[in-house]
C-alpha cells in the first residue's frame, strides 16, 4: 500500500475551499447550500487509519476532477431558488 500524507485542518480547509469556489463561484450558486458545504471540510486523526488515509486520497481526487465539479455545478440543490436577490460570490465567505 503506498504511504500518504496526513493531511492537515488547513489543507482540508483549502481542499474544500477550492472546490467550491471553482464549483459554485458564479452568480447563480445557492448561497445556502455553498455556506453548508463550507462546514463539511474533513478532518484527520492525529494517527490515521490506512483507510481514512485512502478516503482522503479519493477525495482529494474527485474534487479536482473537472467532470465531477460539472456535474454537482449542475444539480437543481446548487442553484439559487427563483426569486431569491442574487448577492453574488463576494458574500461567500470562508
Same mark, same amino acid.
Request: proline share 11%.
Given at each position: ?78 442553484? &439559487?431558488?427563483?426569486? &431569491? ?10
Amino acid at each position: 500500500m503506498p504511504r500518504y500524507v496526513t493531511p492537515s485542518a488547513e489543507d482540508g480547509r483549502r481542499l474544500i475551499n477550492d472546490f467550491i469556489d471553482e464549483t459554485f463561484g458564479d452568480l447563480s450558486a445557492n448561497l445556502d447550500f455553498v455556506a453548508t458545504l463550507r462546514t463539511a471540510v474533513p478532518e484527520m486523526p492525529a494517527d490515521p487509519s490506512p483507510e481514512q488515509l485512502g478516503a482522503w486520497a479519493e477525495l482529494s481526487k474527485l474534487v479536482r476532477d473537472a467532470d465531477f465539479k460539472a456535474r454537482v455545478a449542475g444539480w437543481p440543490s446548487t442553484r &439559487r431558488p427563483r426569486g &431569491r436577490p442574487g448577492t453574488g460570490p463576494a458574500c461567500i465567505t470562508r
